[in-house]
């Protein structure tokens, strides 16, 4: 299993995107947000994982087109790294084809579950799957299987129907070997390390909140 996680569908060359074997939903969700160039938001972060008690950080994230996403915190914990990210970006990297496993119906919104499989040995991750809304033209949740940092499992709350990115993001994780940067953690949290150190899988779930958005469009 591979490293994972860029921040949240937002541009790098579209060029993949449009490539043979890709789904409709997915190119369409992509070109609304093509119109993005950058944007900055404020990020409040909670976790519960059993070897980890942290209070509430608090940090600045921003997203340049073409520029790997940023966090800025004088008290920012990164764990575990890849989960903080909360786009999908990297998925895209590289090319790949989607597979359409379902269609079904959520308060009134059509809801169109697809696998996305790299084509690219280079790709960070074994498989993807998103629950895209086709109505809306967002990832509403993702599972992602990476190829070294375990599996991830987002999902998405949006304050409106026509908001780009979500206010809220529920991150689980399942990984086998987690290694926390310990001069990253910030003051008032403690951690278990022989639990951290145990063998099997550890578990765990990551709370984002975002806030303030400073969203810059193409041409805007």
């Not at 993949?16 to 789904?23: A, C, R």
């Not at 790997?68 to 989960?83: R, Y």
């Not at 990210?85 to 059509?110: A, M, N």
């Not at 996305?116 to 498989?127: L, M, T």
């Amino acid at each position: 299993m591979r490293n994972f996680f860029l921040s949240f569908w937002l541009l790098i060359s579209s060029s993949n995107i449009f490539s043979q074997g890709v789904d409709e939903s997915l190119i369409k969700m992509r070109q609304r947000i093509d119109s993005v160039n950058s944007f900055q938001v404020n990020l409040q972060l909670e976790t519960d994982i059993s070897f980890v008690n942290m209070p509430v950080k608090r940090a600045v994230m921003q997203w340049e087109k073409g520029k790997p996403v940023q966090f800025t915190s004088k008290d920012f914990i990164l764990l575990p790294k890849k989960g903080l990210d909360f786009s999908l970006s990297s998925l895209f990297e590289y090319p790949f084809v989607t597979l359409v496993r379902g269609i079904t119906t959520q308060q009134g919104q059509t809801i169109k579950e697809m696998n996305v499989i790299p084509a690219d040995r280079r790709a960070d991750f074994s498989i993807a799957t998103l629950w895209i809304n086709t109505s809306l033209r967002r990832v509403e949740s993702a599972e992602i299987s990476t190829n070294k940092d375990g599996i991830y499992f987002l999902q998405m709350h949006y304050r409106l129907p026509t908001d780009f990115f979500p206010d809220r993001v529920e991150v689980k994780f399942e990984i086998e070997k987690i290694k926390i940067p310990l001069n990253f953690m910030g003051k008032g949290t403690r951690v278990d390390k022989e639990k951290m150190k145990a063998d099997g899988m550890k578990s765990g779930k990551i709370f984002l909140n975002m806030s303030d958005y400073i969203i810059r469009k193409i041409g805007g």
